[in-house]
């Protein structure tokens, strides 16, 4: 993927971009959820992205911490 594509207005906008490619391959059953997305949500210091599998259910999740600086 080019870095070209993570291209976006905002640090979210690009970070939404980045994980819209980012790993959709189920680690519990090897389902390659192709259509896939990760939700986000944010508590202000941080940004929560989940993704579940339509396959067998598995959550995964990443957890990205916003520098203050």
Request: proline share 3%.
């Amino acid at each position: 993927m080019s870095e070209l594509e993570d291209i976006g207005s905002t640090p979210f906008d690009r970070m939404a971009s980045h994980m819209e490619h980012e790993d959709l391959v189920c680690s519990e059953c090897g389902y390659d959820d192709e259509d896939g997305s990760w939700r986000a949500r944010t508590t202000g210091g941080q940004v929560l992205y989940t993704h579940v599998c339509p396959s067998c259910g598995a959550i995964r999740k990443r957890t990205y911490h916003l520098d203050r600086d």
